[in-house]
C-alpha cells in the first residue's frame, strides 16, 4: 500500500526504528528491495533521482513503482523523489504519484552551488505549499553534504556541491536546523554530519571526528519532533568490494558508514536512511563473479538473478539492523 512519508515516519518515530530509503532505477532492484521487505515484514522507501529519470525515463519509474506497490500488496511503501533541485522539479514528481517529494534547497538549482539560508527556506516553502496541498510529504536539506577529511562533496556524476566546503557548511547547525523546521514546515530534514554521496566516504574506517554522529544527538535534543534523514548512509561492505576486485574490478581501499553508527543515529531521531551506493557494489560484484565463475553463460537472467539476490541481502540486513522488520 502507497502511504506518505509522514505517515510511514511518525510511526517509525513511534516505535523507535528507521526506515530504510533505497534508490531505484530498475526492475532488478525494485524487485530485490520488494522481495526483501515482504520477506522481512518491513515497510520501505523507493526513491527516484534525476539520474534515475533519465536512465528509466519518468514513465517506466512511474509504472515500475505502481507495479511494486500491485506485486506485493501488504508492504508499505513510500514512493519518493530524491533531491529536487527546483519546485517544479517536485511539482512533476507528484503528478508522477510520487506520496513524498526531497526539495533539496542547500544547493542551487544547478545542483551544484552552496546555496544561502534566505534561497533554500524559499524553495522550500513553496514546495511544501503545493505539496501538502496534494497530501504529499516534504523532505528538505540544511548543512551541506561533504566529507570532513577532504572537504569535498564526493558524487561524481551526480548531485553534490562543486568545490572545496568549509567544516561549518558540512555540519548542521542545531539552531539553524530549528529555524529552518520553524521557517518551511518540512515532514523530515535532512542534516550533514560528515556523510557523502558514493563509495568514497573514508579513507579509514571512519571516527568520532570525521562521522559526527554527537551532532545528530545535538540536533535531535534540539528538535525532537522532527524526523532527521542520513543521506550518504551506504556501509561500502569491505566483503562485497573484496569480490569486486578478485573477479577484475578496480576499487581502492575505501571505506562507509558503519552499520552501528547508523542504529545510534537511529536511537536519536534518524527516521529515513538513504542507500543507493550498497545496491550498487552487491550488484556489480555478483555480476563479476557470476560471469568469471560460468564464462559460457549469456541469458543475462541469469547474472541479473546472482544480482538480484545480493542486493536482497543487503536490504535484508538494513531492515533487521535498523529495526523496520517487523514493522510492516
Ligand atoms: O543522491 C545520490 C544518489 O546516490 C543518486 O545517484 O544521481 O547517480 O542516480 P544518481
Ligand atoms: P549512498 O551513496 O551512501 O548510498 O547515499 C545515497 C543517498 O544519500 C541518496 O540520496
Ligand atoms: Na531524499
Ligand atoms: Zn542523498
Not at 505517515?7 to 530485490?32: I, S, T
Not at 523507493?46 to 529519470?53: D, H, K, N, V
Request: proline share 5%; hydrophobic share 40%.
Amino acid at each position: 500500500a502507497l502511504i506518505s512519508l509522514r505517515q510511514m515516519l511518525d510511526h517509525a518515530a513511534e516505535h523507535g526504528y528507521g526506515v530504510p530509503a533505497f534508490n531505484v532505477n530498475n526492475l532488478e532492484q525494485m524487485r530485490a528491495i520488494m522481495q526483501a521487505a515482504e520477506a522481512t515484514d518491513s515497510p520501505v522507501i523507493l526513491q527516484a533521482s534525476a539520474g534515475a529519470r533519465k536512465y528509466a525515463r519518468p514513465v517506466f519509474l512511474k509504472y515500475l513503482m505502481n507495479a511494486a506497490i500491485e506485486q506485493y500488496p501488504d508492504v508499505p511503501v513510500c514512493i519518493h523523489q530524491d533531491h529536487g533541485t527546483h519546485p517544479d522539479v517536485c511539482q512533476r514528481s507528484i503528478q508522477l504519484g510520487m506520496s513524498s517529494v526531497m526539495m533539496d534547497g542547500s544547493l542551487m538549482a544547478d545542483g551544484k552551488t552552496p546555496a544561502s539560508y534566505e534561497y533554500n527556506v524559499d524553495v522550500t516553502r513553496q514546495t511544501v505549499a503545493f505539496a501538502h496541498a496534494c497530501g504529499v510529504s516534504v523532505e528538505g536539506e540544511i548543512g551541506v553534504l561533504g566529507s570532513l577529511e577532504t572537504g569535498q562533496a564526493g558524487e561524481e556524476d551526480g548531485v553534490g556541491a562543486e568545490g572545496i566546503l568549509s567544516h561549518d557548511q558540512m555540519l548542521t547547525s542545531p539552531d539553524e536546523a530549528a529555524r529552518f523546521v520553524a521557517d518551511t514546515h518540512v515532514d523530515a530534514l535532512a542534516i550533514a554530519i560528515g556523510t557523502s554521496h558514493g563509495a568514497y566516504k573514508f579513507s579509514r574506517k571512519p571516527t568520532g571526528d570525521v562521522l559526527r554522529i554527537d551532532r545528530i544527538k545535538e540536533i535531535h535534543a534540539r528538535i525532537p519532533n522532527t524526523h532527521l534523514v542520513m543521506h550518504g548512509s551506504s556501509s561500502v561492505p569491505q566483503e562485497w568490494l573484496q569480490i569486486i576486485n578478485q573477479y577484475g574490478g578496480q576499487i581502492p581501499e575505501t571505506y562507509g558508514v558503519p552499520l552501528e553508527e547508523i542504529v545510534e543515529g537511529i536511537k536519536h531521531g534518524v527516521r529515513k536512511v538513504n542507500i543507493d551506493t550498497d545496491l550498487r557494489l552487491a550488484s556489480t560484484g555478483a555480476v563479476r563473479k557470476f560471469l568469471a565463475e560460468n564464462p559460457s553463460e549469456f541469458d543475462p537472467r541469469k547474472f541479473l538473478k546472482a544480482s538480484m539476490e545480493a542486493m536482497a541481502d543487503i536490504c535484508t540486513i538494513r531492515y533487521e539492523a535498523f529495526g523496520s522488520a517487523g514493522m510492516g
